[in-house]
């Protein structure tokens, strides 16, 4: 039977699709980015970020970048981190693909953008900035994660990490019925590709974006969502906050993140095995044995490569693909002889 270390090793695999990741002794080994340097800083400056998916990146994101700018002022630095997971509902694109045109979109906050694929949750970040010498990092987050941040980082200061201050800046409400840039989400943004929507995904989109880009940018989503190929979703699946009742059915009735699955905070990237089930909530233990309780609406399921989960998934991925099982039946019926 397979340890939850493994399952976890193999959950990593699977979660960048065009970047895999090593979950040897090598994994906290530092990759190349853009202009930016690992050299320490003077230790009494301030470090601000920003963590998300931001997938696909929207107008909406580019108040958010020019606020943690603000908030970093001219003496401190500020660094924002995209996630690495990807799939086929809420992540469609690769974080590569996703920096490339976040640079393109956000071309004055393009030397912030970090590409470190060694960098996958909110701890990796304040470790890094522990390591660098910052003593003062300041997190913004919209207001959904605030709590969440503010309980965890303050949590683990002084044993992963050690600051003299870590603050957690609002960046406010977004509201999907606004009609300006805070009802622009890439949540909104995945339903226009699933309604084949053009207009409606190009209107957040930056101007900043040429239109033969923003085109490539919508096919590029449509490919990876697999929206070509006729492969079929429910809102909840790829929008979960525009359809919470059809959420939270199908986790009452136990269809989606069962015990023992393994599934992704989305707010920070923590990767845990599900130990108990709430009403609207589950609560986590990752690898390195950290406790974290999500709300439902806040997580993804990732799939161990070679399970029965992960084959189901796939073939629900693949167009007019009975599920079956791999099993070898003549072998299930040894086994069932020698008993």
């Not at 509902?89 to 590409?115: G, Q, R, W």
């Not at 909110?122 to 309980?151: C, M, P, Q, T, W």
């Not at 990752?286 to 309780?293: A, P, S, V």
Request: with cysteine; proline share 3%.
């Amino acid at each position: 039977m397979k340890t939850f270390k493994s399952f976890i090793k193999n959950a990593y695999s699977i979660s960048e699709k065009s970047e895999p990741i090593s979950l040897d002794k090598n994994r906290g080994q530092k990759y190349s980015r853009d202009k930016m340097t690992h050299e320490k800083p003077k230790v009494n400056e301030s470090l601000t970020v920003a963590y998300g998916r931001f997938n696909p990146p929207t107008i909406g994101h580019e108040k958010l970048f020019t606020l943690v700018e603000q908030v970093a002022g001219e003496e401190g630095e500020y660094k924002i981190y995209p996630s690495h997971t990807q799939d086929k509902k809420i992540n469609p694109l690769d974080s590569k693909t996703k920096v490339e045109f976040m640079k393109k979109m956000f071309p004055s906050h393009a030397e912030n953008i970090v590409y470190d694929i060694s960098i996958r949750t909110i701890f990796d970040i304040l470790k890094e900035a522990h390591e660098l010498g910052y003593r003062k990092v300041n997190i913004v987050a919209g207001d959904d994660r605030v709590s969440e941040y503010s309980n965890l980082t303050q949590k683990y200061n002084g044993k992963l990490y050690s600051f003299e201050q870590i603050n957690i800046i609002n960046a406010g409400k977004r509201d999907s019925n606004s009609k300006g840039v805070e009802g622009i989400s890439s949540s909104k943004l995945r339903e226009a590709v699933l309604n084949n929507d053009f207009k409606a995904f190009s209107s957040g989109i930056s101007k900043n974006l040429k239109t033969r880009d923003v085109k490539k940018l919508y096919v590029e989503v449509c490919n990876q969502m697999g929206v070509d190929a006729n492969i079929k979703y429910n809102l909840w699946e790829i929008a979960p906050k525009f359809d919470w009742n059809g959420l939270r059915e199908n986790f009452v009735n136990g269809k989606i993140f069962q015990v023992g699955s393994l599934v992704e905070n989305l707010n920070t990237g923590f990767i845990g095995k599900i130990i108990r089930r709430g009403t609207n909530y589950i609560i986590c233990v990752t690898r390195e044995g950290y406790l974290f309780k999500s709300w439902i609406k806040d997580l993804n399921e990732v799939y161990e490569v070679g399970t029965d989960s992960y084959r189901e998934y796939v073939q629900r991925m693949t167009p007019r693909e009975k599920i079956q099982s791999f099993i070898n039946k003549s072998t299930k019926k040894r086994k069932i002889k020698k008993k």
